[in-house]
């Protein structure tokens, strides 16, 4: 069996450890630091507790036959991609539960593999459909700093496949996807992830292109992202879960997870996380010695009276995308501060239990899944404002105390490890409708926006070309007041800008898109189309270049033109006056000018109007 050499550090520390365990046993805390201090950052973060829990019976020791290399390397260790798939391959090759196919390739050419379990060793998506199982996907390492879900699920594997635990696949199929961003993970340091205890050495937050796979679910430009969300049409599993490590706030919980709000797109799903799924792995974690909780943002970091935030995600990250296109996306947020041990052995227990929680009450999942996919509501919030709820959250949290920073002048937290619970905070959450939209019966996109129509077609969204031309009645909206981003954000200039809906008569060449809204994946089509929404495909810039102009008139021939349309339209010319009614407008010749350009024959008429049409047939 390999056997892997502990780092320097490591190997240092163990021994300090060991030479504690036979010293005077001082304070607790004191314990706690000299426990966990593994790893290069550990002496600038705040201190612990030691934690023990029933859940560290799952562990293998190192010379155990399929000890993982996890657990060969003391607990502290992920190991690299190389050494995963290989330890993985020879998993898969000794099980007859196991398949392994890729996704597809990075940018790097490195595969991203993963695992499919099931009862019959199927290896294809129609395969795993006709056993009429539900199928959980289970993502690790979108963000490969934050990797616990790999270690989790490779423990997990070994014992379905070589434990007691096979029968986890009686009722239900698994998907696992250990390394998401396979090239972020081999940027490996012991100085990523500056506010994470472990492991040793961790990977990094964004793609080799610098993409952050979690702000990409809607505009897909990564090719990673574009892999996945084909696998999620292909295998079209019945719950989705991205395993995550937070940074912020100090607290008790361990493991932290959420998923859609109420108000969101699938209140039905929501219905069943919150009242099947929630109470279920919440009482398993506890049982095992875990601390769960609901996701934690902090409305101040600093002063925690403040209150927390209820987050409603928009579909540029895994659980708003998941509300969108209903499908059941839970979002796992271990926290950052505690050991990596704790942190990896939490996921498996919540792994194990959302398998036999997806198996006993997979025939209600179901239901809430087809629920929501055909409500086709006629009215959609497209964008949310913020509100404090009627109710508070008692919170574990840990005390703390504000001291004035002599490195920074200002003022700094100094989270003291203790326990401390904070009786009802208040909830602020942005699940107050703004903005609403009615549901047209289908957009008409025009063949020239390819990249648009493309894109829409990657995530699933069904459409058809129209083979002639076509003649219909329906809405546009023209914009003003563009506000464009300062600065790029994940390789986009985003834009913002007011708008207008006007009734007009257009003709479609042949080659035109149309997208109905009757479909599963309506709401989505509606998120990435109407151009208010919060992460629409016109909000990441894929229509910019219609804010571009192209042809102009200059002052010596638009001036007489103007007075050529004066004197031949009388409504032109009340309509003129009534405009100079405006001084800054009367005293700005440009303006004057461009008035009349602006309602001549010449302008641009494609010029701040959005290409893609609302229509009602």
Do not use: C
Not at 64 to 84: I, K, M
Request: proline share 6%; no cysteine; net charge negative.
């Amino acid at each position: 069996m390999r056997r892997f050499l502990l780092t320097g550090l490591m190997a240092s520390t163990l021994l300090i450890n060991s030479t504690f365990a036979h010293a005077t046993e001082p304070s607790p805390l004191i314990v706690a630091t000299e426990q966990i201090a593994l790893f290069e950052n550990d002496s600038i973060l705040p201190p612990i507790h030691p934690w023990s829990g029933a859940s560290e019976a799952l562990l293998l020791s190192a010379e155990q036959p399929w000890a993982t290399p996890f657990e060969q390397q003391g607990y502290v260790s992920s190991p690299n991609y190389h050494d995963t798939m290989e330890w993985l391959d020879k998993l898969v090759d000794s099980s007859d539960v196991l398949q392994k196919i890729s996704i597809g390739k990075s940018p790097q050419g490195r595969d991203i593999w993963m695992i499919i379990a099931s009862q019959d060793g199927e290896s294809t998506a129609q395969a795993l459909s006709d056993n009429g199982k539900a199928t959980v996907l289970v993502q690790a390492g979108i963000h490969s700093g934050e990797i616990d879900g790999k270690d989790a699920g490779m423990m997990l594997l070994r014992d379905i496949s070589h434990s007691n635990k096979r029968e986890l696949l009686e009722n239900v199929n698994l998907l696992f996807i250990p390394i998401f961003s396979v090239d972020a993970h081999e940027r490996r340091s012991q100085f990523n992830r500056v506010n994470q205890r472990g492991p040793v050495n961790m990977g990094w937050r964004t793609t080799a292109n610098n993409l952050n796979l979690n702000r990409d679910y809607a505009k897909a430009d990564a090719l990673e992202m574009q892999h996945l969300i084909r696998a999620i049409n292909i295998w079209q599993p019945d719950l989705y879960i991205d395993i995550h490590v937070t940074d912020g706030i100090d607290y008790q919980y361990d493991v932290t997870f959420g998923y859609n709000v109420a108000q969101g797109y699938s209140p039905s799903i929501f219905t069943w996380l919150e009242s099947i799924y929630r109470p279920a792995v919440e009482h398993a974690l506890t049982e095992q010695g875990h601390i769960p909780g609901q996701l934690v943002f902090a409305n101040d970091n600093t002063d925690m009276t403040k209150g927390l935030s209820l987050w409603n995600p928009s579909p540029r990250f895994s659980n708003g995308y998941g509300d969108a296109r209903h499908l059941p996306t839970i979002l796992i947020e271990n926290h950052s501060l505690k050991p990596y041990k704790q942190r990896v052995l939490g996921t498996y227990v919540m792994l194990e239990q959302t398998l036999k929680t997806v198996a006993k009450n997979s025939t209600k999942l179901k239901s809430a899944i087809n629920e929501d996919k055909y409500r086709n509501p006629s009215k959609l919030t497209i964008s949310w404002q913020s509100e404090t709820l009627a109710e508070g959250r008692d919170f574990k949290g840990i005390d703390y105390h504000i001291e004035q920073s002599p490195i920074s002048g200002g003022k700094v937290v100094r989270w003291t490890g203790e326990p401390k619970l904070y009786k009802n905070l208040p909830i602020v959450a942005n699940t107050k409708a703004d903005i609403t939209v009615t549901r047209p019966v289908a957009y008409y996109i025009p063949p020239q926006w390819s990249d648009v129509i493309e894109r829409l077609s990657l995530h699933g969204i069904r459409m058809a070309r129209l083979k002639k031309t076509r003649t219909i009645t329906a809405q546009q909206y023209k914009f003003s007041d563009p506000l464009f981003s300062s600065a790029d954000y994940e390789g986009h200039q985003t834009v913002t800008a007011a708008t207008s809906i006007h009734k007009i008569n257009a003709i479609l060449p042949a080659g035109t898109v149309r997208i109905p809204t009757d479909q599963p994946l309506g709401d989505l089509a509606m998120l990435l189309l109407e151009p208010q929404a919060e992460d629409s495909l016109f909000y990441w810039g894929m229509f910019n270049t219609i804010f571009t102009r192209t042809e102009y008139i200059e002052d010596y021939a638009v001036e007489p033109l103007a007075a050529k349309m004066l004197l031949e339209n009388p409504a032109l010319q009340a309509e003129f006056d009534l405009a100079l009614k405006d001084q800054a407008f009367a005293n700005d010749s440009k303006a004057r000018l461009r008035w009349f350009y602006q309602r001549s024959p010449y302008f641009d008429n494609e010029y701040m109007k959005y290409p893609v049409l609302r229509a009602a047939k």
